[in-house]
């Protein structure tokens, strides 16, 4: 039901005189006969009629105002995230947000996954079109409240973050109103964005979350304590052309062999103790087995290609337990020496060569006396902990600790036991801050000279052939 009055009407002025920002939200959705929502299995949409009492028994309420909003269940990963916005029909500029950096240089993926941990929920909730009717439009902080019913209400009761793009909506908000909301403007996007929860319950979660962590040993960071994120760095990187750095790659493959390889290679196990190679792609994954030197046998999957693409198989596992030893440690010597400032470029295209991003690192001065120590605290461990210790005069201490989180975020901290008195404590934790960023800079420049080692063993497209 909707309701369209002039302001002169005697329910335009009953609803003023009863507007105590109470609200009253009839929702409804769309179910099919398994209960899965529209548009699709991970979202649901909800048409919201907001409606105001006019009796303290609620009895009575009239419609001020409609509100269209999706619940995204459960998303893991961004792309999950702009695939239900592809598939439904929310009409604000929330790709650019879920896919970007925002204000504090953290991607929204990280925020979203603090955001679920701490508040132990696993829906993104979407506030998308808001439309007052005719006459209600100057209700004082009418939009904040609906705002936060729907929040609190069943389309955002299990999400952890909250998108609204007030482009969509029909009346413009106050400075008053922004303020009220407790949402943020996402960068330039003029999407607001924000953890779907009380400000004050947020912090209060996170204080909990923390001392838990605690509780199992994980490193605790003090008042020394300040944080970075490497994406700037990529970010300038990306702008400027990729380094060309000599490679003793393996021939090219013949263009028949290559022909033949499935579309989409996406990753490569290998097996150095049994020979087994697993390559994973669009079609499927193709296994072949056999220790360097002997006939390669294809397993499972990999019988049933064309002889084309058997043919290739056998060709490229050849091909990586001949090459990729070799290549793989050439990718660290590349690393040693991009670090230390002795990497040599290729002199031209002709040269066999990979491409790595031009990264521009800035290591600050350990301003203290002695030599540190950083070493990781668990090999293998999302986030990377390592634990940093002072050596001098033959006298060890822990300084502190570097905290490297796959989002690219770095924080560091001294420990609150060590020297406590430190006047110059901030330069201390800025150099550990460069320790960690140059360890996160390390595993980028990593992937992409492994990734262009793989191609070049399996595809044989490499520059300089």
Known sequence: MSFDASDGSALVRAVHDAWDRRLRLVHSTIVDEDGDGYPSFDVDRWAIEVRVPLTDDEAEAAPVAQVTAF???????????????????????????????????????????????????????????????TGFEDLPHLVPAIVSAVQNGPAGRTA??????????????SDDDLEAINLAQWADAGVLVGVNADPHEAHERAADLIAARTAEDAPTPGARHSDTWVSEILDRAAEEPALAVPFALPPALPADVWAAAPAGILHVDADPDTGTLAIQTDEGEFEVVGLPGNAPQLVGAAVGTSSQTQAWLRAVHERWWTYQPTLHDRVHEVIDQFLDGTLELAIDDSE?????????????????????????????????????????????????????????????????????????HEAAVQHLLSLGTEEFIVGVLHEELDAGVTGAILTGDVDGH
């Open 71 to 133: 619940t995204v269940r459960a998303p893991d990963e961004v792309d999950e995230i702009v695939e239900a916005l592809e598939t439904s029909d929310a009409q604000g500029s929330y790709s650019s947000v879920v896919t970007g950096t925002g204000p504090g240089g953290g991607p929204f993926a990280s925020l979203f996954a603090g955001a679920a941990e701490v508040l132990e929920r696993d829906d993104l909730l979407i506030i998308d079109r808001l439309e007052v009717e």
């Open 160 to 173: 952890a973050f909250v998108l609204a793009d007030p482009a969509q909506w029909n009346v413009a908000l």
């Open 352 to 424: 066999p060569h990979l491409h790595m991003s031009n990264v521009e690192l800035q290591r600050s001065a350990w301003p203290l006396p002695g030599e540190l120590t950083v070493e990781p605290v668990h090999e293998d461990a999302e986030p990377l902990v390592l634990s940093v210790r002072l050596d001098e005069d033959g006298i060890r201490e822990n300084v502190g600790a570097i905290i490297v989180h796959e989002n690219g975020q770095v924080e560091a901290f001294l420990h609150d036991e060590w020297q406590p008195w430190l006047q110059d």
